[in-house]
């Protein structure tokens, strides 16, 4: 038997014993344990979303009665946009005749359903105004990468 033989041996011997040494000293691998599937399927949007989209909308609400200007509305969106603006051209050309109510930023309560799809609705009920008005607001995300917006 060759050098090279003898050496190519003892390396393949080495080489095994290695691996049942490492192979002895594993424990056995680690099991998973995944969680539950719920019983029902969670809500479309977090509770501290929600508090974070309406606060903002809020304040966008009462920045457009204050001055005026539909400038920066991220919040407000589609047809909500346009009764909106219908009603700051109304405060700005005819302040007499205007609507007396303001749109409502404090909120009484949030329906939030389970979704899994797009677009992705919520609803705000309003806190009752001075005239005792209540809104129903409808806030959508139609898309992941789009803001939720009040429609």
Request: aromatic share 4%.
């Amino acid at each position: 038997m060759s050098a090279f033989t003898r050496t190519r041996h003892l390396v393949a011997a080495a080489v095994g014993l290695a691996v049942a040494m490492v192979c002895g000293c594993a424990g056995p691998p680690p099991e998973i344990h995944p969680d539950p599937v719920p019983a029902e399927p969670p809500p479309a949007v977090a509770e501290v979303q929600t508090g974070r989209i309406l606060d903002q909308l809020g304040h966008e609400l009462e920045a457009t009665q204050e001055t005026g200007s539909l400038d920066g509305l991220t919040r407000v969106g589609a047809v909500a946009a346009q009764m909106l603006a219908a009603q700051t051209a109304m405060r700005a050309t005819d302040p007499d005749n205007a609507p007396a109510d303001q749109l409502a930023t404090q909120f009484a309560g949030i329906v939030v359903p389970a979704a899994a799809t797009w677009p992705r609705t919520f609803a705000a009920v309003t806190v009752p105004t001075e005239s005792g008005a209540q809104y129903l607001y409808a806030v959508t995300q139609p898309d992941p990468r789009s803001p939720y917006a009040m429609t």
